[in-house]
């Protein structure tokens, strides 16, 4: 290296202050694969988060709901409305997949922006929303397209695959390229978006530290509630668009 | 937090096992704004779901009232159907032993007209009878007697010779004179 030590000291007192960690992973060696452990925490965390406070808000149901039951019947009615709007008819044994897929994303994605997760410091890398990492958002896309698969093929048979040759053979490449295209673009705007929107308060952060990353927090907060709605809708739109056409 | 440099120089050997700790730098894990944000989350966010909330609990509430009103109407018209059930069960009771009475009744008046009507014809049958058997009775009589008269007409006529002749007619001189002496 080239640098003086006595620049080295001015840059690392800069950037103490001014750090921004982008690519960092915490990893951990499980049967051969590098696992992306700080991926892992904070999914198990948000996993507790949301099992322990339907846990607690359904222990004792009411026929009269009290607040906790309340909260959690209203988000069920919600994605119910969801599932009903996007799927249409037969919505009901898909109302699970789609809760899931929102309540992780959004609890996800507003963990990263609301917990103080780098109060904990790692061995390598830093802790942040699950949906930050492309490999979650790949995950659950993946399961969107597997969903979506299933749907149609449980409800139609082989005659499912006739989808590709409609309304035109000559659109097969293209409905084709649809079935690659739909968890990519799916994993990409989330991740993308949750990404950006750390980056953005984090950078922020490092040159102002107070006040002034608050209106893009909040800015954060409103996108990752609007990308986990956007994920939850689209996996419900392709399950519908999978099941229809058929009486 | 470590830093962009830090990484490079630590690209070619990444600790695998290091050690979890604490980052007390409040500016960098950026407390304060959390904070902020959260309580105004809260602040605001709270009004609003509790509104929210409460909406939904009326609306349950206003429902389970309704339905519980509805289920109280609709036990009061069945009560009242029932009670209703019950006056027009007796009234057909009623009715049932009105018409059994009557058919008694008229079942009895029948009986009686006609065990009336049956001894008349019994009582005229059997003057009929009677009739005809002392008519037959004169008529059998009166061929007897008349078969008996016309025998003896024949007997006399046959058997009367002259000797009887004289016998007969000295007898009856003789009777006359009896009664003419008694005189």
């Known amino acids: 290296?080239?640098?003086?030590?006595?620049?080295?000291?001015?840059l690392k007192g800069l950037y103490d202050i001014s750090g921004v960690e982008v690519?960092?992973?915490?990893?951990?060696?499980?049967?051969?694969?590098?696992?992306?452990?700080?991926?892992?925490?904070?999914?198990w965390v948000v996993i507790t988060i949301l099992l322990g406070s339907v846990i607690i808000a359904v222990r004792n149901p009411q026929t009269i709901p009290t607040d906790g039951q309340n909260f959690f019947e209203y988000v069920l009615e919600f994605i119910r409305d969801l599932s009903k709007t996007q799927i249409g008819e037969e919505y009901g044994p898909w109302v699970p997949f789609i809760g899931t897929m929102f309540l992780f994303i959004f609890v996800s994605n507003w963990s990263g922006a609301l917990l103080p997760w780098k109060i904990i410091e790692l061995p390598h890398g830093e802790l942040a929303a699950p949906t930050n990492d492309i490999n979650t958002t790949v995950a659950l896309a993946l399961l969107t397209s597997a969903a979506y698969f299933y749907a149609g093929l449980s409800k139609k048979g082989l005659s499912y695959f006739e989808k590709y040759i409609k309304p035109t053979p000559i659109l097969l490449p293209i409905n084709?390229?649809?079935?690659?295209?739909?968890?990519?673009?799916?994993?990409f705007r989330l991740f993308g978006n949750i990404l950006a929107d750390e980056l953005v308060v984090v950078v922020l952060v490092s040159l102002v530290p107070l006040v002034v990353p608050i209106p893009v927090m909040f800015l954060g907060l409103f996108t990752s509630g609007i990308q986990a709605l956007i994920f939850a809708t689209l996996a419900a739109a392709y399950i519908g668009e999978s099941m229809e056409g058929h009486h | 937090m470590k830093n962009v440099t830090h990484s490079f120089v630590f690209l070619a050997h990444w600790p695998f096992a290091g050690s979890f700790g604490l980052n007390t730098d409040i500016l960098a894990t950026n407390l304060i704004n959390l904070t902020v944000v959260v309580g105004v989350l809260i602040f605001f966010g709270k009004g609003v779901l509790k509104d929210l909330l409460d909406n939904r609990k009326q609306r349950i509430l206003s429902t389970i009232r309704n339905s519980e009103e509805l289920r109280r109407g609709t036990l009061e018209q069945l009560e009242k159907a029932r009670i209703r059930l019950q006056k027009v069960e007796l009234e057909a009771d009623e009715y049932r032993m009105n018409g059994y009475s009557e058919i008694e009744r008229e079942k009895e008046n029948l009986i009686n007209a006609t065990s009336i009507s049956l001894e008349q014809l019994e009582k005229s049958k059997n003057e009929t009878l009677y009739f005809e058997k002392q008519r037959a009775m004169n008529q059998v009589r009166q061929r007897v007697f008349q078969q008996a008269v016309q025998g003896a007409l024949g007997t006399l006529n046959s058997c009367l010779n002259t000797e009887l002749h004289f016998r007969t007619i000295r007898a009856n001189i003789g009777i006359l004179g009896a009664i003419e002496w008694k005189r």
Do not use: R
Not at chain 1, 1 to 10: A, V
Not at chain 1, 176 to 187: M, V
């Open chain 1, 176 to 187: 084709i390229l649809e079935d690659f295209t739909k968890p990519l673009s799916l994993s």
């Open chain 1, 23 to 43: 690519g960092q992973h915490f990893y951990w060696q499980i049967g051969g694969f590098q696992i992306h452990a700080q991926v892992l925490i904070t999914s």
């Open chain 1, 1 to 10: 290296m080239n640098i003086t030590p006595c620049s080295i000291k001015t």
